[in-house]
Each structure stands twice: as C-alpha cells, then as structure tokens.
C-alpha cells in the first residue's frame, strides 16, 4: 500500500517539475521567461547591446535563435550599466534655459592674467584668487538661495552674483593684479619657552587683538619692540628658537614651513609560518613636529596685510605596550610586544588684518613642544634622565613684513651678519 502511494508522488513531483521547466524556458506568447516576468512586474528596461548601445527593444529576443540558427544571449547588465539606467526618484526637469537673476544677479569677467602670469610657483594660481573670494564674502554666500556661480580658469574669473557681491570679488581681484603687490618678503619665526613668565615683563609692548581660539593670544607690536623682545627671549636659558625662515612670498600664495619626521612602531602582527620567530611585525610610522602654514594678501594701497595662519603641532606623548599571544608549534606559549600612541594634537586656523609696518605675534600657549625635547637630569650625578611627563613650551611665531623682496635681501643679509657676531650672554 505504502509503495503504490510512494510511487504516485515521485510521479507527481516529477510531473510538476517538468511542467515547471518548460514555464521557465518560455512563457506565454513564446517570449522567453526573463522578458515575460519583467513584464509582469513592470520593470521593462531597454536592451544594451555588445557595442555599448541602448534600445527600447530588440528584433530578436535575448536567447532564442536568430534565422540563421545560432543562439544570441545577452550579457547581464554591470552595475555601471544598472545605476545609468535606473530612474531617478527626484523630479529633475530641463529648467527654463536661462539663469534665474531674482536677486539682481548679474554677471561679470575678470581678468587675472596679470597676476597668474607672473606666478610661476604653483601650477594653479588662479585658485588663489577663489580662494580668497570665498574667505572673505563667506561659503554660504555662493551655495544659498541666491544663485551663484564662482570658477576660474587661467586667465579669467567668471562671477554671477548680486552687485554688491560684485564689488567685494572686484576688490579682492585688484589686490591680485595689482602690480605693486608682487612678491614680499616675511620673516617667520618660531619659538617657545619653557614657561610663559616673559608677558609680565612685556605688557607694556603689546597690543591685542582679537582671537577665536580658546587659550591662543595675539598681539601687535612696533618692530623695534619686537626686536627689544626677541633679544630679552634670548637671554632665556629656555629659549629654543625652532625656525627662522626668510620667505619670498607671493601676493595671495600660500607657503609651508615644516619640521615633520617619522616615528616608527610596532602596531600588529600577522602570523607567518615561514619566516622565524612564526610572525610577522606590522611596522607604523607616525609623523609628529610642527607645520606652520601662511598665506598673505596685501590691500590694494599696500598698507595693511590680511594673512591667514595656520598651525598644526603633533607629538607622542609615549607608546604604550601591549603583549598579544602569537603562538606557534615549536613556542605554544610565546608572546610579543605592540605599541599603541599616546598622541597629543594642537591646532590653528584664523585670519588677521594688521598694518604693514607692525609686527604679529600670536601666542599658542602652553601646546606640546614641536621637537624632542632634551634630556635633563633631575638629580645631580644620575647620567640618564628620569621619567617624567609630556614636553610641553610656551609656543610664539613673530610675523614681520619685510617689504619687497629686492629691497630687503641687501637688508636682511646684513641683519643676519649682525646677529651671526653678536655676542652671547
């Protein structure tokens, strides 16, 4: 009794999945299954043929046969393919063919061939000017309800805003091509303190202004007071003068003074059975030091310069260890060291307006020291240093114009003969 009734159902099952098969090699009408269950879900695409071409339908469907007998199969879509042509959700329409002016806009040309033909340091020039534009008029001004548009080529600046966006981008162009902003030269010095006790003694030098970031002061001085204060730092037995570049910049154009270098470590293993001891040291290299980056722009009647500074001071505060297993068959029980950073980051961002015959001081304030510093004994006798904390100085950086760039290299190398003989207290 079972048997017979065993028997009937391997016939019905076999029976249905031949009627199964033949549903799915053509469907009704004698197109093939793919296409009909498209249709029914009614997600018809076009065709893309092997040219890279599309159409909305084929003279021969996907798998079947051609007259002559062979049998075309389309390849699957890509996913390149599917993404260009699923269609969008957001309503996207042709708009009216003209740029909408409601606000007033208007749109001009400007050009600054002048200035990005005498600029041969960078390969790109014009996006000085852009980006210039956009630190003094605002991101917001050129992405909001107002339409915008704000691209540069080589020789040209092209702007479509209202008109009183026009008269502040046409004063930032003229102080570009002016030609009596070409190239200048700063002095850039960078140095810090182990305590911060020299501001009592030099209140009466300075002069603050305004700045955003907590704990960074900034201040402005005569030269000769800066000069008087330079030279009573000096006098410091903490005084670390870190970089004292003499920079030819040019007007608009940023430049990088840099003391970066690499600390390697120990940050995973990988096991590897033919190299000995049965692993493999995953090596990181962490970059810490100082970076000081500055970009002037000078006014139009060469009186007051805008500058934007920027700092960027990392250092590891030290590594620290962690033992992993890594065993093998010939060490079960063996073990070894990886290190994790301790890392302290310092950074400045911001813009200044100071007149050019002043000098800027910004005072960082109390960061981590932009190199190692050096090993001190705290008790007589002992040669090694013992342990002690994070590095941490008083961070200053002096700003000075130096005027043109031909007139002040016969000044600046007799200023350096003179400090070269000076003598040391």
């Known amino acids: 009794m079972w048997t017979r009734s065993l028997r009937a159902a391997i016939a019905i099952v076999l029976t249905s999945g031949l009627v199964w ?56 879509p890509t996913e390149a393919v599917t993404a260009k042509l699923r269609q969008p959700i957001a309503r996207v329409t042709g708009g009216t063919g003209t740029l909408p002016n409601n606000h007033g806009q208007v749109w001009r040309e400007y050009d600054i061939s002048p200035y990005t033909l005498r600029v041969t340091t960078t390969k790109r020039p014009e996006q000085a000017v852009v980006d210039w534009v956009l630190r003094e008029t605002g991101y917001e001004a050129w992405h909001s309800e107002v339409l915008a548009v704000l691209s540069a080529t080589p020789r040209v600046l092209r702007v479509y805003h209202t008109p009183e966006m026009q008269a ?55 030269k000769e007071d800066a000069a008087i204060l330079l030279a009573e730092l000096r006098r410091r037995s903490d005084f670390r003068e870190h970089s004292s570049p003499y920079l030819l910049v040019n007007n608009g154009q940023s430049t990088v ?29 962490i970059a810490e030091g100082f970076s000081l980056e500055f970009s002037p722009l000078l006014s139009v009647d060469g009186q007051t310069i805008d ?71 705290l008790v007589p006798g002992i040669p090694l240093p013992l342990p002690s904390g994070p590095a941490r100085a008083d961070l200053m950086v002096f700003v000075e114009c130096r005027g043109n760039a031909s007139q002040s290299t016969t000044t600046h190398a007799a200023h350096s003969k003179s400090l070269d003989h000076r003598p040391r207290r």
Not at 180 to 200: E, I, K, M
Request: aromatic share 6%; proline share 9%; hydrophobic share 40%.
């Open 21 to 76: 098969g033949q549903e799915f090699k053509e469907a009704p009408g004698g197109t093939p299954a793919t296409a009909w269950r498209s249709a029914e879900d009614g997600a018809s695409q076009p065709t893309v043929n092997p040219e890279g071409n599309s159409a909305a339908a084929s003279a021969t469907p996907a798998g079947t046969a051609d007259p002559a007998g062979a049998v075309r199969k389309t390849p699957a």
């Open 168 to 222: 502040v981008v046409a004063d930032m162009v003229d102080r570009f091509v002016n030609s009596g902003a070409q190239s200048r030269a700063f002095s850039l010095r960078v140095v810090t303190t182990d305590h911060p006790g020299w501001r009592a003694s030099a209140q009466q030098l300075l002069r603050p202004v305004a700045v955003q970031t907590p704990g960074v002061r900034a201040w402005l001085m005569q």
């Open 257 to 285: 003074v840099s003391l970066m270098r690499g600390r390697n470590y120990v940050r995973s293993v990988s096991p590897r059975a033919d190299v000995w001891p049965g692993y493999e040291a995953d090596m990181g290299e």
């Open 307 to 377: 500058a934007v500074v920027k700092c960027n001071v990392d250092q590891v505060e030290k590594m620290i260890p962690v033992m992993i297993d890594v065993p093998t068959t010939v060490a079960p029980r063996q073990r070894t060291k990886i290190e994790i950073p301790q890392i302290t980051h310092f950074r400045f961002h911001e813009r200044f307006r100071w007149p050019v015959e002043q000098v800027l001081l910004i005072g960082m304030g109390m960061v981590a020291l932009p190199i190692p510093a050096d090993g001190k004994t």
